[in-house]
């Protein structure tokens, strides 16, 4: 039983963060901090968790965040990157699942993100946990980077093929879509109902802040430059990405089923489906899996990747608790064995 | 530990009770029935499921259904009549979640059935499984007739006013409204995306099968008529069903939030709300909840009850899992502690 | 042709008058003001109006409103109070979309509305642009207060069964369902996607600003004190109104189908549905019409009305192009000839 | 005024067309068949009609189908093939809005559509409707193949380049995504709400009936083999394509702006939108237009370009009435000058 705090609960990351501790067996909730939610109880703000915590919000400053094991942060991008260094160390190890120690250049960070870095000397040791790929790594980081929602979901299809060395790096394209849940609870028109409701867009064609993280992502594996189409999409429901994904095949001679199934045989939250499948958002609705799919129309040289989660389950708060079970060594599944919710 | 089976595993109703019993701590699932799906993995049909479960659905005659301990019924009407009388001879206990065994009077179901019912005689010893009403009956019974989903939410929003006499029992409004997936998970016309979204309407006006079931629970308390208006709407969402009760006070100087307060002090699933709230149906989604608010408007003689549960949940398989709970005397939240799923 | 000018056009129900101005025969649409955009195309904001439209929208001061024949408000409330009586003076008549000038009390308003009215000397000779009710007033009308959206809803409901004196009028319960774009377009949390999609909620039960109009509304027919309990709800879709109304039938004999199809027979926006229907919300998307059908179950004594519009047409812009057409002698049903969007 | 048939109206497609139908200024609407529907009013089925057409459904043999000038048939594939060849020799022109005679192969169409062809001698003569290519002889044709939904949107989007000749033909994605509504109006489970709404997923990855209808359309610009992977997406909404087109620059030198605006500068239903641009299907939803966006992401080598539709209006029912208009030399946007219903 580890004591836990969450910096900024009051996002869709942020409850969907608290609805999995709740009932996390190894997990006391410490402490949620919220500068404009300050006092009030959480299960006010988020009636599902009415009869779960009884916990208010706190300001960040009085919250004995540094009494904690283990901190989340589900803030915005650019907060983080102002309170890790100190509760560091204090010997407080640290879950971000914003933007802030994702990339690896600080100078691309800048850049994409528009904002110095206040501590580009963290970039360094913070892990990028993709539980799948960084496993070791995670489970002795003292801070770990938790990866956006689309890499998740983009990174997970594109490896096993990059790994086997049987596509064009040169030319990937990842036509991703998301859920509205993605873009935040702010109020912002775009995303009233009346607006995204009964809608299909895409938004960032020329450049979305995913697109360097992914690229490095798949970088890492091949040890070459990459060249990614990254086009996403904003979807009419709250929840789920699905990233479809093309690259060309090589000719080299593979079982591209074969090559997904040996790659997660070993994986909890990986889930490679029978060929000829189509992976559905709502399959993994509330769940930490990502389901794949890998087909190769009409046996032609192109070939086409479906890989499906739930943005804020195994792209966001999910994946943040999977590293959290690596880091303090409980069972990865620990408090996320849910099934999806279908209906 | 006891073996379930399950009979008619293929509705929404079905999945919903299977998505909570893999992770029930003291069930195992024995056998799932379906003639149409019979040979099929469980998996193949509910994506959710995969890597939950490994059962394949079953045809009912070969399933070993006399094995279990108890067996869901979560089949279309007029089904579990025709089996239950030989499970029960056989020992096993049955839950049945659709409404052969509701109505206490054989002449009223085959009225609103529209059919003749095949064990009349069973009728009696069945127990009404609103928990919240019958708790000791249910310990002790053999079979267990499972409440409907509108008449969940509107029994238990109306009747601390009733037991406290304090509303004319002549005259009451419901208006409730439910998600679609209320009409189930057949291939109609009407249910389709295209029909159903971006719409609202009343159905059934004139007459709908759980007003006799809301009417036979409301008497039962009063032992006098009870005079009900019941009008449902099909509203364009998955889950959810959210009643507005209408009735007039009696003039009984009395204070409502009290009354509602005292009665469910000691109820794990039924949370009143503060004075002035508004239920929201997603706060209950996927959890076994039901929460209720009460209002009366312009402190004028008419008083409003807002109640909400989620129809696949409270109102059918959890439900039957608390029934379940409770007649094998296991923790009456066992299997049922997850948080609603918000967004 | 008229001149015609639209104040505030950036909301859900400008962009609904301009949707339909742009095709009325009658008119040109000479101005649209907003202060926020002014200078940008009408087209770049709401795209579906690209080559329908080159207007830009202009500050309200430039505008040249006073050379216009007409001018609707489709501001939120308490604006068009401030700009009225000086185009009025001028010779302009005008349509408030807008509460300023729906209720004949100065009192009640600044109560309902928490304001001070800014030309009380007004309310008198706006005529309350229900058309089905006041036409011949609109026709010769300089201010009209163009109805609410339940309102309408209701009243269009209630009114035949009131001005046929069968039912008591001391306790009518109007539960009432919106889409969320009667919200508007403003940016709140309340009505995100994530918020408000597949979640059903009351809002306003012990007081919303629509009862007030709606009580004097039936009070003008009945002559006498109406007891009213309106409760609204938020229905996850983007337009329709449902509105579902119970009443207590005083025992006079009476044909209610016949007083309904008496009532609206000259109607062309009002349609009576056979005996035993249920009207649905999407038959009346993106159209002026009223559709409504009249039950009475199991033959007791209340009686449930079903009244469905589209809550930015017959509720808003809509009803105010036939007050419009009404006011210049144009055919009533000019500029609403379309038929509704279904599916 | 011409008189008008339509066989098969009892789909989405044909609501749709009844819809404009009632309103086009030179089309009386003579017959409606539908054998299932036989002697039920049309307003009945589709409430949206009350009040605009009195018709009733007929049996296609009484219909009087030959008395017409037009016939337009929207019913499944493999109906139209059998009526048509004694209409056209009854001197009838023909617009099929299903597939029968959009391949100009008979052998190809009868591997993707499963049946043998019942006139492959008039496949030659039939016009591929698709209005911006092929409007001359849309003009004189007598039997006219209303394009499918999926190849109007990838084809507007996609035949710029290829006329321009600036892209590799042997390697085009074509990522598209539709609204429910393209599933038509059968009952069948996939399509219901509680399975197609809150999801994403693709569908016929290994080959959709649509894949060879777009390669013909492209190679006939080409004159030469087109590559192409082609993945349609179910997505939650009811109407609405949004295709997302990717394809490799051969560095030919050219401004990817000027060539749409080039191509479709003289097109009343094609609308190219400003550089930067990201079209909603919203913008289009019950009009006939396409809109259209050109990307180069970080100038690198991929062309991007993101084509919109209405699937029941440009995809299929408006698209059918501007061949119409052409063929019958009326003004081409007759009935068809509504502008999108947004929001």
Redesign the interface.
């Known amino acids: 039983m580890i004591k836990v705090g969450v910096v900024g609960g009051t996002g869709?990351t942020g409850?969907e963060l608290l609805?999995l501790l709740?009932?996390h067996p190894d997990v006391e909730l410490h402490v949620i901090t919220s500068r404009a939610e300050a006092g009030r109880p959480v299960a006010d703000l988020?009636?599902?968790?009415?009869?779960?915590t009884s916990l208010e919000f706190s300001m960040p400053d009085d919250a004995g965040l540094e009494q904690c094991e283990l901190v989340f942060f589900a803030t915005p991008n650019g907060i983080a990157m102002t309170m890790v260094p100190r509760l560091l160390e204090a010997g407080v190890r640290v879950i971000d699942l914003a933007a802030d120690f994702r990339l690896g250049s600080a100078e691309d960070w800048e850049q994409w993100y528009g904002m110095p870095h206040a501590c580009p000397e963290y970039l360094e040791q913070a892990v990028y946990g993709l539980t799948e790929v960084n496993r070791e790594a995670v489970a002795a980081a003292r801070l770990v980077a938790n990866p956006g929602c689309y890499p998740t979901a983009v990174q997970l299809g594109m490896l096993p093929l990059l790994e086997a060395g049987v596509i064009d790096a040169g030319?990937i394209?990842a036509?991703a879509?998301s859920?509205?849940?993605g873009a935040g609870?702010?109020?912002?028109?775009g995303?009233?109902?009346?607006?995204?409701?009964?809608?299909?867009?895409?938004?960032g064609?020329?450049?979305h802040r995913h697109l360097p993280e992914i690229r490095q992502g798949l970088e890492r594996v091949t040890g070459q430059p990459v060249?990614l189409?990254?086009?996403p999409?904003l979807?009419?429901?709250?929840?789920?990405i699905?990233a479809?994904l093309?690259a060309?095949l090589t000719g080299k001679a593979a079982d591209l089923q074969d090559i997904f199934e040996a790659r997660y045989r070993d994986e909890?939250f990986v889930?490679v489906?029978p060929a000829?499948s189509?992976?559905?958002?709502?399959?993994?609705?509330?769940?930490n899996?990502c389901?794949i799919a890998v087909?190769r129309?009409?046996q032609?040289d192109?070939v086409?990747v479906?890989s499906?989660i739930d943005n804020l389950v195994k792209g966001a708060a999910g994946q943040a608790i999977q590293n959290m079970n690596v880091m303090f060594a409980f069972p990865e599944q620990a408090g996320l064995?849910?099934?999806?919710?279908?209906?």
Do not use: W
């Open positions: 869709y409850v609805r709740v009932n988020f009636p599902n968790l009415r009869g779960f030319h394209v036509d879509k859920g509205v849940s609870r702010k109020a912002v028109t995303t009233l109902l009346c607006e995204a409701s009964e809608n299909f867009k895409a938004y064609v020329d450049g060249g189409t990254f086009v999409h979807t009419p429901m709250i929840r789920g699905h479809t093309y060309r909890a889930d489906l000829g189509h992976p559905e958002t709502r399959s993994v609705r509330g769940a899996h389901r087909h129309p009409q032609a192109t086409v479906l499906v064995t849910g099934a999806a919710l279908l209906p």
